[in-house]
Each structure stands twice: as C-alpha cells, then as structure tokens.
T-cell receptor, first 111, second 116 residues
Framework: GENVEQHPSTLSVQEGDSAVIKCTYS??????FPWYKQELGKRPQLIID?????GEKKDQRIAVTLNKTAKHFSLHITETQPEDSAVYFC??????????FGTGTSLTVIP | GAVVSQHPSWVICKSGTSVKIECRSL??????MFWYRQFPKQSLMLMAT?????????EQGVEKDKFLINHASLTLSTLTVTSAHPEDSSFYIC????????????FGNGTRLTVT
C-alpha cells in the first residue's frame, strides 16, 4: 500500500514567522492530498487539499504545493499565530478509496 | 457542513467484554466509512474500510474477528471490539467521505477506549 512520510515531527516557530511541513508518498497513483489539523483531544479538521492536476493551491495564510515527479507535497503557513499550534497531518489518497496519513507534525507557535 | 457523529466519546470496560462504537453521518449519505486507530502523539492508522451493504476491507495486521465492522445503512457504521484486552486501549476515530472520489474525509470526534 501507500507509504507517507512526514517531516519534521516537531516544529517551533516565532509568532509571525512561516512554517513549512513536508511529506513524501510512494504510490505514483495517488492523486489527492489533503492536510488536516488536529488540536489536542479533538477531531482532525481539513484545512486545505490539492489534487494531482494542480501544482499549488492557496487559501489566505495557508498554501500547499505538489511535485508529482518527486512525489512530495508541502504545507506552508505564513504569518503564524499561536492558534496555529496543533498537530498537522498530511495524507495521500488514490481516488478517495483509501487515505493514508503521515506521522504528524506538532507545530508550536511561540508568542 | 458535513457532520460525522461518533458515540460514545469515551468508554471504560473490563477485559473480556465487547464494546460497540457507532459512527453516523448526520447530513449526508456515506457509502464508505473509514476506521482509524490513534495512539498518543502518533498518527492515524487505518484499520479498515467499511462499505455499505458489503464486508469491510481490513488493513494488513488488523484482526477482522477482533474488530467487527458493520455498515448496515448509508448513514451508520459500527465497530465492535470483541473480547477486549488492555492492549486494545486506544483512541478510535471514524471518518466518512461525503462525495465521490477525491472528496475530503470528515472525522467523528473519536472514542477513547480504556480496557481494565
């Protein structure tokens, strides 16, 4: 099956700085890549997603880039705020049949 | 927006007993639901894919006789942990895909299972 690797596992940034989280996947057939944010004790919430026919997508302070050739995709958060502190998961899916998650990145934004 | 309801949110049971967890899609029909297990500070591990009206598809290493999945309707999937042991203690979370193919997953709130 698909193998998704995510780096870094922990990330601390100063408020206002940018944060970047990177994921790689193994199955070239994967064509849908969502990112989820999970706050402590809560359910994962979708924050942004990208499909394989798109190289980049942006939503306010959040952007995702996809490099299909290299099989990696990244989450970029600009102007970070303390409320961005959470665990972020990337995922890869082929046609939404199954979703495989990365190992998670614990982001801490220091005020 | 799409809402997935999971019940109970937490349960404590004794070794050897069975526990049923329900996952409901409240405002959409879900032909496919996914069950995940999450250990503290770890990722979401896919256990099985629940298909309405047919048998669930289990991931390698997940015992299908241990974790019984039933998806009897388009809005309800259940996970039953049979003959629970302390090592089954974990956070179980279900999710559903609202639309066809390449639609995002919507997650339930999860169930914290503690087996004593």
């Amino acid at each position: 099956g698909e193998n998704v690797e995510q780096h870094p596992s922990t990330l601390s940034v100063q408020e206002g700085d940018s944060a970047v989280i990177k994921c790689t996947y193994s199955d070239s057939a994967s064509n849908y890549f969502p990112w989820y944010k999970q706050e402590l004790g809560k359910r994962p919430q979708l924050i942004i997603d990208i499909r394989s026919n798109v190289g980049e997508k942006k939503d306010q302070r959040i952007a995702v880039t996809l490099n299909k050739t290299a099989k990696h995709f990244s989450l970029h958060i600009t102007e970070t705020q303390p409320e961005d502190s959470a665990v972020y998961f990337c995922a890869a899916s082929m046609g939404g049949i199954q979703f495989y998650f990365g190992t998670g990145t614990s982001l801490t934004v220091i005020p | 927006g799409a809402v997935v309801s999971q019940h109970p949110s937490w349960v404590i049971c004794k070794s050897g007993t069975s526990v049923k967890i329900e996952c409901r899609s409240l405002d959409f029909q879900a032909t496919t639901m996914f069950w995940y297990r999450q250990f503290p500070k770890q990722s979401l591990m896919l256990m099985a894919t629940s298909n309405e009206g047919s048998k669930a598809t289990y991931e390698q290493g997940v015992e299908k006789d241990k974790f019984l999945i039933n998806h009897a309707s388009l809005t309800l999937s259940t996970l039953t942990v049979t003959s629970a042991h302390p090592e089954d203690s974990s956070f179980y979370i279900c999710s559903a895909r609202m639309g066809p193919y390449n639609s995002p997953l919507h997650f339930g709130n999860g169930t914290r299972l503690t087996v004593t």
